[in-house]
């Protein structure tokens, strides 16, 4: 590669061909770790692991971009696949995988943490290199987490899968469609019915399409959400919104917002994690939970990332 042609932005390369963005992510990154998170779901309709390789439709400025992300060389590659995209476009999807991947994070005090803590030591040793993988848009992000609320992990895909599939943007290329996870100003104008019959609970339906209107009115987005303080008055606010509870409060700070110190502590995948790290003979109770996060304060959510991560192969 000429390097008299590309540019560098925050650390992102515009390579000389026109379909090639390169990132150069932190030392401290695993993008194995990340296809394996990326790839735990075969019904999964936002992005497909194919080939050491995710592809994923986004929509810029109002254009459909289809991107492939590989590693080559310890850089990230993004391979724009239907057009040769212009800088705004390439910018724009870089800085959207910078954040997906919390590629901004300094981990050095959570290491430090780790060597204090056989817990923590043992989980960062298997999955080293591993960092949050976030979900950036607050309406998927609140939606999924209330898909998944009191069910198995198989059936909140399906749920995804039919929502997505039935309400949310497509693209085809090359004999393939891709899908956009849908926007609030289309869900905030359906009936209860209509997600009702893909499966979705009375209250579930309720919850999504209430969280639709509030986003579709402008009285909730990201921006709002950033704009309230600290950690506590991020999840006041969202708590108060009818259908978050805790847990979905503290899932979508973590995933969303990127909130270290988001903890959803009632979360059984948490719970059957630290029984199998700790060798246990029954799940600890909230209150030993409670006692053993004193060791992780200020980063609840990397824990917790790290604990799920234990839980499939």
């Not at 469609?177 to 100003?185: A, H, M, N, Q, R």
Request: hydrophobic share 40%.
């Amino acid at each position: 590669m000429n390097t008299e042609n590309k540019r560098t932005k925050n650390n992102i390369l515009f390579d000389e061909r026109e379909n090639i963005v390169i990132i150069k992510p932190p030392e401290d990154f695993s993008f194995k770790e990340y296809l394996i998170f990326l790839g735990r779901s075969n019904n999964e309709v936002l992005h497909s692991v194919i080939d050491h390789s995710f592809i994923k439709l986004m929509k810029i400025n109002n254009e459909m971009v289809l991107i492939r992300v590989y590693e080559e060389n310890g850089n990230l590659h993004i391979e724009f696949q239907n057009q040769p995209s212009n800088e705004e476009i390439k910018l724009q999807a870089s800085n959207y995988i910078w954040d997906l991947f919390d590629f901004d994070q300094d981990l050095t005090r959570f290491y430090e943490l780790a060597k204090q803590n056989d817990l923590l030591d043992s989980l960062i040793e298997k999955y080293y290199g591993l960092r949050l993988i976030g979900i950036p848009d607050l309406f998927e992000a609140l939606c999924w987490a209330i898909m998944g609320q009191q069910i198995n992990l198989t059936f909140a895909y399906t749920l995804k899968r039919r929502f997505t599939e039935k309400y949310g943007e497509q693209f085809k290329w090359n004999d393939q469609v891709y899908f956009l996870f849908p926007k609030p100003d289309v869900i905030a104008k359906l009936e209860i019915s209509d997600l009702t019959v893909l499966q979705f609970t009375q209250r579930k339906a309720e919850y999504v399409i209430g969280i639709a209107k509030l986003m579709s009115e402008g009285k909730l987005s990201k921006e709002i959400l950033m704009d309230c303080g600290d950690y506590e008055q991020k999840c006041k606010q969202l708590i108060s919104i009818r259908g978050i509870g805790n847990w979905t409060a503290d899932y979508v700070l973590m995933k969303c917002l990127k909130e270290r110190s988001a903890f959803p502590i009632a979360d059984v995948g948490i719970h059957n994690a630290l029984k199998i790290q700790l060798g246990l003979n029954k799940k600890p109770t909230i209150e030993e939970i409670k006692e053993l996060a004193k060791n992780w304060v200020g980063w609840e959510a990397y824990v917790t990332f790290y604990l799920w991560r234990s839980l499939y192969s």
